[in-house]
C-alpha cells in the first residue's frame, strides 16, 4: 500500500485545498457562478462554450424524451436502440457531413474505431501532448501487436521523418484538433501537404473542443478543413459545448460506420446515451442546424479576443494566444501555482490548477475556460486579478 499510499498523497493534498475533485454546493446552477465551501465564485473551469446547457430548448427537448421514453433504455445496441438514436444520427450526420455515429464518450468512441480500423503491419503516429483518450486507444493497439510511436507536439517535420523512414502499407497519426489544455490549435496546412505527399497517411483527429463552437454547422475545426477528405476521420464531443453526452465519430464511408457500429468492442458492449440526452442531442443539434449559431459562435470569439487583448496589454504569460476558450498561464511550479490558484479562489475565481500527469512538470500552470456566460465585465476582473495574482493584492469577483 505504500506505493498507492505515496501517490495518492498529491491528490490528497490538493483536495484538501479545496483545489481538486470539488463538488459544486448550488441548488441551482446559471453557468456563469459556482458556490464552494458556501463561497460563490466565477467559473472558468467549463468547457459549455456557448453555454447551451441552461438553454430552454435543450431543457425541453430533454424533458419530452424522459417523458416518452424514461431514464433508461437498458440494452445493448447490437440488438436494439431507443427511439431517438436514429433521428439523432441523422442529424449528426448532417452537421458533420459524414456518416456519423453517436458513442457513448468521445474516448469510447476512439476505443471502438481505433482497433477496428487500423491494421496488422500498420504504424501508428501519436502526438504526444494529444488527449489521455488518445493515449489509452493507442495502449489497446499495442496489445494488440500494432506498432505505436510517439512523435513531437505539433511537429509535421518530426512525423515527415517516421514517414520517409517507415515501409509500412499504412501510417496513421493520432492528433487533437484544439489541444485540451494549452488550448492551442494543430497545424492543419502542414499536415494537408504531408496527407498529400503520402497516400499512406491516415488523420485520426480529436476535435473535442472545437465542436459546436467551430465551423459553420458547429462541426468543428478538422471537419470545416477537411470535410469529405477520404483519410481523414474525425471524433467529436458532444459533453462540451454541444451540452449534451457522449461523442460522434464522423467516419469516412459507410463502410466504415457500419463495421464500427457493428463490431467496435466500446459499441457492442458499452451502456447506450440514455433517452433524456438524446433529448437534449436532438435539441442541441436543430439549434446547430439553425440561423443562431453564428451569431453565439461570434458572442465567443468576441469573448476571447478580448481576453487575449487584455491578457497581453498587461503582460500575463500566456502559453498560446490562438484563438480559442481554453487559456493557460504557465507557472512552472506546483507550489507557486497552487498558491495562485488558492488566492484566486479567496477572491472570488474558480479555475483549474493544472499538474502533473495532465502536463508535464514545466507546464504547471492555471487552465481557464472562457463561455459566453461570461460578460466582457467579468473577463476584466479575471484579467485584473490574475495580473496581480503574485502581489496578494486580488480584487473580489464582482457580484
Same mark, same amino acid.
Given at each position: 500500500?505504500?506505493?498507492?499510499?505515496?501517490?495518492? !498523497?498529491?491528490?490528497?493534498?490538493?483536495?484538501? +485545498?479545496?483545489?481538486?475533485?470539488?463538488?459544486?454546493?448550488?441548488?441551482?446552477?446559471?453557468?456563469?457562478?459556482?458556490?464552494?465551501?458556501?463561497?460563490?465564485?466565477?467559473?472558468?473551469?467549463?468547457?459549455?462554450?456557448?453555454?447551451?446547457?441552461?438553454?430552454? !430548448?435543450?431543457?425541453?427537448?430533454?424533458?419530452?424524451?424522459?417523458?416518452?421514453?424514461?431514464?433508461?433504455?437498458?440494452?445493448?445496441?447490437?440488438?436494439?436502440?431507443?427511439?431517438?438514436?436514429?433521428?439523432?444520427?441523422?442529424?449528426?450526420?448532417?452537421?458533420?457531413?459524414?456518416?456519423?455515429?453517436?458513442?457513448?464518450?468521445?474516448?469510447?468512441?476512439?476505443?471502438?474505431?481505433?482497433?477496428?480500423?487500423?491494421?496488422?503491419?500498420?504504424?501508428?503516429?501519436?502526438?504526444?501532448?494529444?488527449?489521455?483518450?488518445?493515449?489509452?486507444?493507442?495502449?489497446?493497439?499495442?496489445?494488440?501487436?500494432?506498432?505505436?510511436?510517439?512523435?513531437?507536439?505539433?511537429?509535421?517535420?518530426?512525423?515527415?521523418?517516421?514517414?520517409?523512414?517507415?515501409?509500412?502499407?499504412?501510417? *496513421?497519426?493520432?492528433?487533437?484538433?484544439?489541444? @485540451?489544455?494549452?488550448?492551442?490549435?494543430?497545424?492543419?496546412?502542414?499536415? $494537408?501537404?504531408?496527407?498529400?505527399?503520402?497516400?499512406?497517411?491516415?488523420?485520426?483527429?480529436?476535435?473535442?473542443?472545437?465542436?459546436? *463552437?467551430?465551423?459553420?454547422?458547429?462541426?468543428?475545426?478538422?471537419?470545416?478543413?477537411?470535410?469529405?477528405?477520404?483519410?481523414?476521420?474525425?471524433?467529436?464531443?458532444?459533453?462540451? @459545448?454541444?451540452?449534451?453526452?457522449?461523442?460522434?465519430?464522423?467516419?469516412?464511408?459507410? $463502410?466504415?460506420?457500419?463495421?464500427?457500429?457493428?463490431?467496435?468492442?466500446?459499441?457492442?458492449?458499452?451502456?447506450?446515451?440514455?433517452?433524456?440526452?438524446?433529448?437534449?442531442?436532438?435539441?442541441?443539434?436543430?439549434?446547430?442546424?439553425?440561423?443562431?449559431?453564428?451569431?453565439?459562435?461570434?458572442?465567443?470569439?468576441?469573448?476571447?479576443?478580448?481576453?487575449?487583448?487584455?491578457?497581453?496589454?498587461?503582460?500575463?504569460?500566456?502559453?498560446?494566444?490562438?484563438?480559442?476558450?481554453?487559456?493557460?498561464?504557465?507557472?512552472?511550479?506546483?507550489?507557486?501555482?497552487?498558491?495562485?490558484?488558492?488566492?484566486?479562489?479567496?477572491?472570488?475565481?474558480? +479555475?483549474?490548477?493544472?499538474?502533473?500527469?495532465?502536463?508535464?512538470?514545466?507546464?504547471?500552470?492555471?487552465?481557464?475556460?472562457?463561455?459566453?456566460?461570461?460578460?466582457?465585465? $467579468?473577463?476584466?476582473?479575471?484579467?485584473?486579478?490574475?495580473?496581480?495574482?503574485?502581489?496578494?493584492?486580488?480584487?473580489?469577483?464582482?457580484?
Amino acid at each position: 500500500m505504500t506505493d498507492l499510499t505515496n501517490r495518492l !498523497a498529491p491528490l490528497r493534498v490538493g483536495r484538501g +485545498m479545496g483545489l481538486l475533485q470539488q463538488v459544486a454546493e448550488d441548488e441551482v446552477l446559471t453557468g456563469r457562478e459556482i458556490t464552494l465551501a458556501g463561497r460563490q465564485m466565477l467559473s472558468f473551469a467549463s468547457c459549455s462554450y456557448l453555454g447551451l446547457e441552461m438553454e430552454p !430548448a435543450l431543457k425541453d427537448a430533454a424533458i419530452a424524451a424522459t417523458l416518452a421514453y424514461g431514464t433508461q433504455f437498458s440494452a445493448s445496441r447490437a440488438f436494439i436502440s431507443a427511439p431517438p438514436y436514429a433521428e439523432a444520427e441523422a442529424l449528426l450526420t448532417q452537421i458533420t457531413g459524414r456518416p456519423a455515429l453517436l458513442v457513448p464518450s468521445t474516448s469510447l468512441g476512439h476505443q471502438a474505431a481505433l482497433p477496428l480500423l487500423v491494421g496488422a503491419g500498420d504504424l501508428v503516429l501519436i502526438d504526444v501532448q494529444a488527449h489521455a483518450s488518445l493515449h489509452v486507444a493507442a495502449n489497446l493497439l499495442k496489445a494488440q501487436g500494432i506498432q505505436v510511436q510517439t512523435v513531437g507536439h505539433s511537429a509535421p517535420d518530426h512525423v515527415a521523418r517516421k514517414l520517409r523512414s517507415s515501409d509500412a502499407p499504412r501510417v *496513421w497519426l493520432l492528433i487533437d484538433g484544439i489541444y @485540451s489544455m494549452i488550448g492551442d490549435i494543430a497545424p492543419f496546412a502542414a499536415y $494537408d501537404r504531408l496527407l498529400a505527399e503520402d497516400p499512406r497517411l491516415n488523420l485520426y483527429v480529436d476535435d473535442a473542443h472545437a465542436a459546436g *463552437w467551430c465551423g459553420d454547422r458547429g462541426q468543428g475545426l478538422a471537419l470545416q478543413h477537411w470535410p469529405d477528405h477520404p483519410r481523414v476521420l474525425v471524433a467529436l464531443s458532444l459533453n462540451k @459545448s454541444f451540452a449534451c453526452a457522449g461523442g460522434c465519430l464522423a467516419l469516412a464511408n459507410e $463502410d466504415q460506420a457500419e463495421a464500427v457500429r457493428a463490431f467496435g468492442p466500446a459499441m457492442t458492449f458499452s451502456g447506450p446515451v440514455q433517452p433524456p440526452m438524446l433529448g437534449a442531442i436532438l435539441g442541441a443539434a436543430r439549434l446547430h442546424l439553425g440561423a443562431g449559431l453564428a451569431a453565439r459562435q461570434a458572442d465567443l470569439r468576441a469573448r476571447i479576443a478580448h481576453f487575449n487583448a487584455g491578457a497581453h496589454a498587461r503582460g500575463l504569460p500566456l502559453a498560446c494566444a490562438d484563438g480559442t476558450p481554453m487559456r493557460y498561464m504557465r507557472i512552472g511550479d506546483i507550489a507557486r501555482t497552487a498558491a495562485i490558484a488558492t488566492a484566486l479562489q479567496d477572491a472570488g475565481y474558480f +479555475m483549474a490548477a493544472v499538474a502533473p500527469p495532465a502536463v508535464s512538470a514545466r507546464d504547471v500552470g492555471v487552465r481557464m475556460t472562457l463561455t459566453n456566460h461570461h460578460s466582457i465585465a $467579468d473577463i476584466d476582473a479575471l484579467l485584473d486579478a490574475l495580473s496581480i495574482a503574485l502581489e496578494g493584492s486580488i480584487p473580489a469577483a464582482a457580484e
